[in-house]
T-cell receptor, first 112, second 113 residues
Framework: DAKTTQPPSMDCAEGRAANLPCNHS???????VYWYRQIHSQGPQYIIH???NNETNEMASLIITEDRKSSTLILPHATLRDTAVYYC?????????????FGKGTKLSVIP | DSGVTQTPKHLITATGQRVTLRCSPR?????VYWYQQSLDQGLQFLIQ???????AKGNILERFSAQQFPDLHSELNLSSLELGDSALYFC????????????FGSGTRLTVV
């Protein structure tokens, strides 16, 4: 797995965009960037993933830099329910299996 | 409801005992993963099964074992329990190897006293 670095915590005002950064400078050419989140003691939840193009789904947008050394997860209009720990993961993908190794993530607090 | 069912939700047992945690994957998913989350260690990957066969092993203790049955449900067996085994145990499932993401269950909270 490529090592990822995330800030330990961030705050965001409710209704504003939350931009969560992740550095993955050792990522290899075929490694994807995945984002998951864990709301207090619940099972982690898949958010989005990408290789080199920007991606968007109903939950979030993922912006990957051209050199692929970093990415940003964007929650366009954060709500209190988005308060969670967000994990950026570049899983090892041998034999078609994407094995997730969770780091410490970023604790996002959405403030009213 | 994620579609991944874990039972029981809570379990309290004594040191030295053996317990079995059960996981039913989301319909159609062939892979099952087990993770342990304790306060000081974060989410640790234990083991993965794909269609009944062990596919990958992580930091799983020798006292722990798992299997995936023909109906694709999985069981994690924890024996000779120690206080330090107290944790949340999560099961996840995926179609194939997880390219489209894992779906996690709500976990089993194990307390060893």
């Amino acid at each position: 797995d490529a090592k990822t670095t995330q800030p330990p915590s961030m705050d965001c005002a409710e209704g504003r965009a939350a931009n969560l950064p992740c550095n993955h400078s050792t990522i290899s050419g075929n490694e994807y960037v995945y984002w998951y989140r864990q709301i207090h003691s619940q099972g982690p939840q898949y958010i989005i993933h990408g290789l080199k193009n920007n991606e968007t789904n109903e939950m979030a947008s993922l912006i990957i830099t051209e050199d692929r050394k970093s990415s940003t997860l964007i929650l366009p209009h954060a709500t209190l329910r988005d308060t969670a720990v967000y994990y950026c993961i570049c899983p090892y993908s041998g034999a078609g299996s994407y094995q997730l190794t969770f780091g410490k993530g970023t604790k996002l607090s959405v403030i009213p | 409801d994620s579609g991944v069912t874990q039972t029981p939700k809570h379990l309290i047992t004594a040191t030295g005992q053996r317990v079995t945690l059960r996981c039913s994957p989301r319909s159609g998913d062939l892979s099952v993963y087990w993770y342990q989350q304790s306060l000081d260690q974060g989410l640790q990957f234990l083991i993965q099964y794909y269609n009944g066969e062990e596919r990958a092993k992580g930091n799983i203790l020798e006292r722990f074992s798992a299997q995936q049955f023909p109906d694709l449900h999985s069981e994690l067996n924890l024996s000779s329990l120690e206080l330090g085994d107290s944790a949340l145990y999560f099961c996840a499932s995926s179609v194939g190897g997880g390219y489209y993401g894992y779906t996690f269950g709500s976990g089993t909270r194990l307390t060893v006293v």
